[in-house]
């Protein structure tokens, strides 16, 4: 089995940045539902911005909301631009003929373009 990328939302820009939350990223319910992004699930947050990358979980937030949540936020911060990514265990044999989907976003996080990943021979 092969992990691999299963959803990317490409270029989000943080809304928030909120230290005393528990903890996660807080993304605009209709891009984690067109990333395929299931509330709690663990993502990888890569900033742009500043080169810094963390692991956490998702949890579902209003039009246009990305939040970082607790101590993330000392990390990232709000403005930054960043790169959410999901992934999942595919089989070998689906690997190679594999298609995640990448979600591009612009500077209000509204979905600008939905797009498979075509394998390139």
Request: charged fraction near 25%; hydrophobic fraction near 40%; aromatic fraction near 6%.
């Amino acid at each position: 089995m092969r992990m691999m990328m299963k959803g990317k939302i490409h270029r989000a820009r943080v809304t928030e940045a909120d230290i005393e939350y528990e903890g996660s990223i807080t993304i605009d319910t209709a891009l984690m539902e067109a990333a395929d992004i299931l509330p709690y699930e663990k993502v990888h947050v890569l900033d742009v911005t500043n080169g810094a990358r963390l692991e956490t979980y998702a949890i579902e937030g209003g039009p246009g909301e990305i939040c970082i949540n607790g101590a993330a936020a000392r990390m990232v911060t709000k403005g930054d631009t960043v790169i959410i990514l999901a992934y999942e265990w595919v089989q070998e044999e689906q690997a190679r003929d594999y298609h995640p989907k990448k979600i591009f976003v612009n500077s209000r996080n509204e979905i600008v373009t939905e797009d498979l990943c075509v394998a390139v021979n």
